[in-house]
C-alpha cells in the first residue's frame, strides 16, 4: 500500500509562512486537500507524477507552491502570505491507480491514499 507521512504545520500570523512536507512510498500523482472545521474537504493544490504540472485552487493561486523532490519521493507545499481563512487540517493524499497523464485531479473521490493531517493554524 501507499505511504503518506505529513509533516511541517504549525502555528503562524496572518502574513507569515509554513512549508508543509509529505513523503510518499513511491512516485505518484499527489494532491493537498484541507478541512476547517465544519466546513467540507477543500481541494488546494495537486502535481503530476512526471514533471512539474502543477494545479491550484482559485483561493491560494499566487500565494502557495506546489513542488516536487524526486530523489525523495516528497512533495512540498509552500504556503506564503497565510491568512486566517486557511486555517485547516492539511491532508496529502496520493493517486496510483488508473492515473491519466493529461488529466487533472481535483476530486478528493479521486485518491486512493492519505496522510495523516497536519494543522495549519493562523492567527490575525
Known amino acids: 500500500q501507499v505511504q503518506l507521512v505529513e509533516s511541517g504545520g504549525g502555528l503562524v500570523q496572518a502574513g507569515g509562512s509554513l512549508r508543509l512536507s509529505c513523503e510518499a512510498s513511491?512516485?505518484?500523482?499527489m494532491g493537498w486537500f484541507r478541512q476547517a472545521p465544519e466546513k467540507e474537504r477543500e481541494f488546494v493544490a495537486a502535481?503530476?507524477?512526471?514533471?512539474?504540472?502543477?494545479t491550484y485552487a482559485d483561493s491560494v493561486k499566487g500565494r502557495f507552491t506546489l513542488s516536487r523532490d524526486s530523489a525523495k519521493n516528497t512533495v512540498y507545499l509552500q504556503m506564503n502570505s497565510l491568512q486566517p481563512e486557511d486555517t485547516a487540517v492539511y491532508y496529502c493524499?496520493?493517486?496510483?491507480?488508473?492515473?491519466?497523464?493529461?488529466?487533472?485531479?481535483?476530486?478528493?473521490?479521486?485518491?486512493?491514499?492519505w496522510g495523516q493531517g497536519t494543522q495549519v493554524t493562523v492567527s490575525s
Open positions: 502535481i503530476a507524477s512526471i514533471g512539474s504540472s502543477t
Open positions: 493524499a496520493a493517486k496510483a491507480r488508473n492515473v491519466r497523464f493529461y488529466n487533472i485531479y481535483t476530486s478528493q473521490y479521486d485518491y486512493e491514499s
Open positions: 513511491g512516485r505518484y500523482y
